[in-house]
């Protein structure tokens, strides 16, 4: 009734999806993990300034948790936008692309090897 071809393809094709989607959890579990070490550290960067007056004259803190606040939102901009524009599809048209470019040149090779006298091969043989 059904044939074992299409089956394991089905099962490849399931295989990769929940492959991907487990990658895209981990991205975002690890996105959220970043967020409460930045609260966090946040916090604990205003207690270091304030309460224990390290470095009081000057408010530091402000561009230690401005950098860390840059550094979480390419993090953001990383999971939810580059992800999309260079996510698994873009990987899949660039792997075909390399992948096309090899059989051509394969093919180029191969011509010209079938254009090139026997003569000529064997002295490129001798050469090597």
């Known amino acids: 009734m059904f044939s074992k ?18 990658k895209r959890i981990a991205q975002k579990k690890r996105l959220y993990t970043h967020f409460v070490v930045f609260l966090i550290g946040s916090v604990f960067l205003i207690l270091i300034n304030k309460i224990l007056k390290y470095g009081q004259e000057y408010d530091w803190f402000i561009w230690a948790i401005t950098f860390w606040a840059f550094l979480f939102a390419l993090h953001i901009f990383n999971v939810f936008v580059t992800n999309r524009f260079m996510g698994k599809e873009w990987e899949r048209s660039q792997r075909e692309k390399l992948v096309q470019k090899q059989k051509d040149r394969i093919n180029e090779l191969e011509k010209e090897l079938d254009s090139t006298p026997p003569l000529e091969i064997e002295s490129k043989k001798k050469l090597f």
């Open 5 to 22: 071809k299409k089956n394991s393809k089905l099962d490849v094709e399931q295989h990769e999806l929940v492959e991907n989607a487990q």
